[in-house]
């Protein structure tokens, strides 16, 4: 199974598709710490960014197997942001949070698909994922 798919893709189209078709307005957090992030720093908290990808809220919509990238309007000004998949760390939608959150594994190992080579083969204590929180994901809107 060297050649797996990621699982993170096909999750977060899914769950966005879901939401849209319960008028739900869907929001992700990204990991603003990957290199390829371009998104307005300025609002970040804690190297992270809540987003809202709700048709109505953007322009330019393209979600694929491999990014995010929407044009949106912040303060005013347009902007074009791109989101790598594997930067993305939850999909919520902001009426009720129901979403889910990504663990690293489930883009290969938290990098790009290619690094996922070793997957399974355990060499020690830093191969394995952290221990996902208990209870309930505790996340807050940023505007």
């Not at 992030?37 to 953007?58: H, M, R, S, T, Y």
């Not at 330019?60 to 942001?81: Q, T, V, Y």
Request: with cysteine; glycine share 6%.
């Amino acid at each position: 199974m060297a050649d797996t798919t990621p699982l993170q893709p096909y999750l977060l189209i899914a769950y966005y598709e879901w939401m849209i078709d319960n008028g739900w307005t869907p929001q992700v957090l990204v990991d603003c710490s990957h290199p390829e992030v371009d998104v307005p720093q300025q609002f970040a908290n804690d190297g992270k960014i809540v987003l809202n990808i709700a048709p109505e809220a953007v322009a330019n919509f393209e979600l694929n197997h491999d990014f995010l990238s929407f044009s949106a309007r912040f303060s005013g000004k347009s902007l074009n942001i791109y989101i790598p998949m594997n930067s993305i760390v939850a999909i919520y939608a902001r009426e009720n949070d129901q979403g889910i959150m990504f663990s690293p594994n489930m883009y290969g190992d938290g990098e790009s698909p290619q690094s996922s080579e070793n997957n399974g083969n355990d060499d020690g204590p830093d191969d394995e994922p952290p221990t996902p929180p208990k209870g309930r994901p505790n996340l807050k809107v940023v505007k």
